[in-house]
DNA sequence: CACCCGTCTTCCACTGGACGGAAGGCGTGG
DNA sequence: CCACGCCTTCCGTCCAGTGGAAGACGGGTG
């Protein structure tokens, strides 16, 4: 094309998507255009499409939002509220038990997307959103994932910059390491004040036939956390979830 | 282009996410290109992009399947994820007090699709599914959204043909009309096994600042049901969600 | 009121991304 | 062995997409 030859028509309405976020659900057409790095004749043309289709729709406010014709195809995702429908049962019933905040995610390249949860109102508030991203190298969960994700994976994590978030937070690639492979002996994951000096959280893996397919994890306030009387309670919740897909536990 | 001149490449994309379907969650790539409508090399090199981005996923079993990514982006929507945010404490309130199905739904076009449900163990069983979609004229939820549409949406409905679920589903547009009107003054829908012949819904409207956005309900055994002493339940919870909305309940 | 600023919408002549038929590889099973 | 369905790649043609420019719109300011 003219501006950016190279650049396909999908991948432009592709980055119509991506300027979306959970911080920016709402967008103008400008902001539209800005944020996608295209002229806004094309931003015009290409959205009205999307909008007419359902992909996006118009607030009173004039601005863009994502529509629920998409939310609904999105909701086919078998990772997604597949896995969800799949897990809630489970989830509850560990909540019964512990009346903590129950988090399931699973791994989208190199970070992880929380798919549900389940937060006790009596328990530590706990800032993770359906839908939302985190990096894997701090959270129970994304211990966990990491620990089981392709060597390719964990070894340009282990190489990229590894954000720090309290003084506790596993930033040197070697411990970390060391770190992946004590959770792939032990069965669990602990995370204790890594993400926030609140909260500690015991995760476990999630198998499916073709291997560990999303973690389970309890979030708990860590002065009345007790990681080894937690975690038979998340292995335990983590091995009737990895049956229910079929996979073989260990 | 030459097969269908006037056929947009955005178009051609839609169309192969909407060849995704609750029915049919995994797809060949022939049956992407057939239920599309499309040649089959046009299909293997726009799904080659949506793969890369995320939009789909490929299992081992070489099918196609709605990708994560898209999953994340479609919890974006407002009146997706956003609103089950809001309305799940309410539900799940309304879960305790009764212990039978809530479920919670928005009119997409001429359908409503479910947003979230609690379906409780010892309910009902219920065969509506999150991302799921029905018709507007038969439940407790679908009387309230065709009560509140907009007048054109009322009419089309009103005029195509009105499936027949069981004895009792009004499927005369007059009497159906009136039925509306009475949902509209008293504030509350009952649907009597119009649906299932075991099943009763009582259903309320949401309301935000627009007008009616969403419409929430209990669904239950017939035999034991007491709309008189449900509806004002429900239509409590209603009226919580809307305020909770910034809507002005009635 | 006139002015400016940012936003949105529409128009049109050019061009390169998209098209799709055809041919080839791959696995299955009759 | 061949036939069948599925997937992948190639290449010459051509129309959907492009984006600058011009104009409408709306709200805030001097």
Redesign the pocket.
């Given at each position: 094309?003219?501006?950016?030859?190279?650049?396909?028509?999908?991948?432009?309405v592709l980055a119509l998507l991506d300027a979306f976020s959970p911080a920016s659900p709402a967008l103008?057409?400008?902001?539209?255009?800005r944020r996608a790095g295209?002229?806004?004749?094309?931003v015009?043309?290409?959205?009205?499409?999307l909008l007419a289709w359902g992909a996006l729709e118009r607030g009173g406010d004039?601005?863009y939002r994502i529509g629920l014709r998409l939310w609904e195809v999105g909701s086919l995702a078998p990772r997604g509220l597949g896995l969800r429908e799949v897990a809630l049962p489970v989830m509850e019933d560990l909540y019964e038990v512990t009346h903590e905040n129950v988090q399931l995610a699973v791994r989208q390249g190199l970070e992880l997307v929380f798919i549900e949860r389940i937060a006790g109102r009596r328990a530590v508030p706990v800032r993770t959103r359906v839908g939302g991203r985190f990096a894997l190298h701090a959270t129970g969960v994304g211990l966990v994932l990491l620990a089981h994700a392709p060597a390719e994976v964990q070894e340009r994590v282990l190489a990229g910059p590894l954000e720090r978030y309290t003084a506790l937070t596993v930033t040197d690639p070697g411990r970390l390491r060391r770190c992946l492979a004590e959770v792939r002996r032990v069965g669990y994951a602990v995370s204790d004040r890594q993400v926030t000096m609140d909260a500690l959280s015991v995760a476990a893996p999630v198998r499916a036939p073709e291997g560990v397919v999303a973690a389970l994890s309890l979030v708990v306030a860590h002065d009345r956390a007790d990681p080894v009387a937690l975690a038979p309670l998340v292995q335990a919740a983590g091995r009737v979830l990895s049956r229910a897909l079929g996979g073989t536990p260990r």
């Open positions: 094309m003219r501006g950016q030859p190279g650049r396909t028509v999908t991948s432009r103008t057409l400008s902001e539209l255009a295209l002229p806004l004749s094309t015009h043309r290409r959205v009205a499409e004039g601005r």
